[in-house]
């Protein structure tokens, strides 16, 4: 089973994943190749289940499918009113419908589109042709600390929001707080550390504050450039072991290894499969006791990337914050949560295993 493809949407796509020292894997993730139909689009997502697999199952189902929904209701919704949407319309059919109780995930979904230019043959979502000019954007949504971070001219920018909604976070406490929640040794009600995810329906029993861990995602817009090479998107069992700048080193010390060891163009799949294996070696080599998931999609051909350049200007977030470039975070012990990736909508779900690699070296 292939772990890594090439893309229509995007240069080339990778994943890995490894149980670890977990007793169960309750991770997934979600690659959808054009989207909606459209040549430009691509959704990509990693889900980090705690209490079980049923909520990461269901989003990994389901998600993307209420995203394209959200979008198709109205000719001219914006992409972070649809992605809020889907994602309380998912949070609450595991609540009301299927009852689910015991278990949570979080989630960290990076969807591209291009804006701008002008519909080719129909246009809009639908059309197989996408649309002729603009410009390339990605839209960051989450909850929780599985998180995003890009290679923006061979620097590590997060796209994920800096407290990876952590009730150690001043800010997402006080949320909690003026709910009515308690924060408890840095847990929500002193059970969960996290302060935003899908399903734990004992912390989201509505009152008239809301509830107490929402489903409410941070989203952030990010104007693709040329000196945007790959995004990597991974669950905390990566996360905290190993900063954002390190992951960012070990995937452009792979692809500089791979180009100088063959003769041959190299092949982006070849790539892109071994810094995910690469990345997901390291962490548990570091001593990670969490399930680890790693996607990995490069962009402008550049799964050889080398590319150097500035801030661009349409880098904010919801708020209207300015994405900073990402510092070396604390690195901590982890939790975590199968992998499975999607071909076209509705396409056949895959599952892969990951054999081992050699360990990468520090590279920050």
């Known amino acids: 089973m292939p772990s890594a493809e090439i893309s229509k949407s995007v240069e080339v796509v990778g994943w890995a994943e490894e149980q670890g020292r977990r007793d169960e894997m309750e991770d997934g993730f979600v690659?959808?190749?054009?989207?909606?139909?459209?040549?430009?689009?691509?959704?990509l997502a990693v889900y980090d289940g705690h209490g079980g697999r049923e909520t990461v199952d269901f989003l990994a189902a389901n998600l993307h499918e209420k995203l394209l929904a959200e979008m198709r209701?109205?000719?001219?919704?914006?992409?972070?009113?649809?992605?809020?949407?889907?994602?309380?319309?998912?949070?609450?059919?595991?609540?009301?419908?299927?009852?689910?109780?015991?278990?949570?995930?979080?989630?960290?979904?990076?969807?591209q589109t291009r804006e701008g230019g002008r519909a080719s043959g129909g246009g809009g979502t639908s059309s197989e042709e996408g649309r002729v000019g603009g410009h390339r954007v990605l839209y960051c949504a989450h909850v929780g600390d599985?998180?995003?971070?890009?290679?923006?001219?061979?620097v590590a920018v997060?796209?994920?929001?800096?407290s990876d909604h952590k009730a150690s976070d001043l800010l997402e406490a006080r949320r909690v707080t003026e709910r009515g929640g308690k924060v408890v040794n840095e847990r929500v009600e002193g059970m969960l550390a996290i302060t935003r995810a899908f399903g734990d329906a004992q912390l989201k029993t509505p009152n008239t504050s809301g509830d107490f861990v929402s489903n409410e995602p941070s989203i952030?817009?990010?104007?693709?450039?040329?000196?945007?090479?790959?995004?990597?998107?991974?669950?905390?069992?990566?996360?905290?072991?190993?900063?954002?700048?390190?992951?960012?080193?070990?995937?452009?010390?792979?692809?500089?290894?791979?180009?100088?060891?063959?003769?041959?163009?190299?092949?982006?799949?070849?790539?892109?499969?071994?810094?995910?294996?690469?990345?997901?070696?390291?962490?548990?080599?570091?001593?990670t006791?969490?399930?680890?998931?790693v996607l990995i999609a490069f962009f402008n051909g550049q799964s050889s990337a080398s590319a150097s350049g500035s801030m661009p200007e349409h880098a904010m977030d919801r708020d209207g914050e300015e994405a900073r470039l990402a510092p070396h975070p604390h690195q901590g012990a982890g939790r975590g949560g199968n992998a499975t990736a999607t071909g076209p909508l509705g396409g056949p779900v895959k599952e892969t295993a990951v054999p081992g690699v050699e360990r990468g070296k520090e590279g920050a």
């Open 158 to 162: 997060r796209l994920t929001c800096r």
């Open 31 to 43: 690659f959808v190749d054009c989207f909606g139909d459209d040549v430009q689009s691509a959704y």
């Open 146 to 154: 599985t998180r995003a971070v890009l290679c923006h001219g061979g």
């Open 220 to 287: 952030k817009r990010w104007e693709l450039g040329e000196t945007d090479a790959f995004v990597i998107i991974a669950c905390d069992g990566l996360w905290d072991v190993m900063s954002d700048e390190t992951a960012v080193d070990l995937v452009l010390s792979a692809v500089e290894q791979l180009s100088i060891s063959l003769a041959v163009k190299i092949d982006g799949r070849d790539v892109a499969d071994i810094a995910c294996r690469m990345l997901v070696e390291e962490a548990l080599a570091r001593g």
């Open 73 to 111: 209701k109205a000719k001219e919704v914006s992409v972070p009113d649809a992605l809020t949407a889907a994602f309380k319309d998912a949070d609450e059919t595991l609540r009301d419908q299927l009852k689910v109780n015991q278990s949570g995930a979080t989630a960290c979904v990076v969807f």
């Open 289 to 293: 006791t969490d399930n680890v998931t």
